[in-house]
């Protein structure tokens, strides 16, 4: 019972992680039609920014909301000058994009070499608790914490708000939107600064989470994250969620008991869906 208590606390804290990653993702292909195989390059950048500013300034809560303004910075700059001239041709997108990303890792090694780095959590997410006879590490608990924060505080954004009804309406008819009279260009790049930010989120969660950072991160849980938004529907963020924390579980729990699936038990679940369920399980709205 135990074990089984931590394969779940740290298949739900993957699982945040990635789904941080994948949400933006997601929000930014309903909305804006994009396949932007850079995202990991923010994630990367928010792991790398972030634990230079923890380490300069031993600040852990400032680091965090260092790493997502870098990625809010990386993401505008992105959408105006890579994403913005390839609207609408995703052939082009994704070789771009997938340009990019490298250009991303390179500049990561450029500024803080090509070795791996370590990555500490502070000392009050260090250690674990004791309830009864189950460890509970801090900051997988945090992890998860955080995670949950910004799902429902998104949520609410996208379900009660104008911008989150106009969000919404554009996942469904962007020209009904621009009919209106409503520039959804501005909503393009404000979706995909906010995407950014969450993968630069992610990438700093992750970073004491693993012990290290490199600059190819990026790579390795943009395809988790791509897996997470066919399996939860194109576009639909409470799909994001879900399929996250499915891939997260299946993961810790394969790699306990079969450890040569854990990787492929993600490929699997994502062709079952696409043969069974194409859509998604939530078919992309919501």
């Known amino acids: 019972m135990e074990q089984m208590i931590n394969l779940l606390i740290n298949g739900l804290a993957t699982g945040m992680l990635i789904f941080l990653l994948a949400a933006g ?113 801090k900051y997988r608990v945090f992890i998860i914490t955080i995670g949950l924060i910004a799902f429902f505080t998104i949520h609410m954004i996208l379900k009660r708000t104008r911008i989150g009804l106009i969000v919404r309406a554009g996942v469904m008819n962007k020209e009904m939107v ?46 988790l994250a791509f897996i997470v938004v066919v399996i939860g529907g194109m576009g639909s963020f409470t799909g994001s969620l879900f399929a996250a924390i499915l891939v997260g579980l299946s993961g810790s729990f394969m790699a306990y008991y079969v450890s040569e699936l854990s990787i492929a038990v993600n490929m699997l679940l994502m062709i079952l869906v696409l043969i069974f369920r194409p859509q998604g399980l939530f078919q992309g709205k919501g």
């Open 178 to 223: 621009e009919a209106m009279g409503i520039n959804i260009q501005k909503i393009f790049m404000l979706v995909f600064m906010v995407g950014a930010s969450l993968a630069a989120l992610s990438g700093l969660l992750l970073a004491p989470y693993s012990g290290v950072i490199y600059a190819e991160m990026g790579m390795d849980f943009a395809i």
């Open 25 to 137: 993702l997601t929000l930014i292909f309903g909305l804006m039609d994009v396949l932007n195989f850079a995202h990991g390059g923010f994630f990367a950048w928010g792991a790398y920014s972030g634990i230079w500013f923890y380490n300069v300034t031993g600040q852990y809560v400032l680091a965090i909301i260092f790493a997502m303004v870098v990625g809010l910075l990386l993401g505008g700059l992105t959408e105006k000058f890579i994403i913005k001239p390839v609207y609408g041709n995703h052939i082009q997108q994704i070789l771009i994009t997938l340009g990019f990303m490298l250009v991303l890792s390179e500049l990561l090694k450029v500024i803080w070499g090509p070795n791996q780095l370590p990555a500490n959590a502070p000392d009050w997410l260090s250690g674990s608790w004791l309830i009864g006879d189950v460890i509970i590490i």
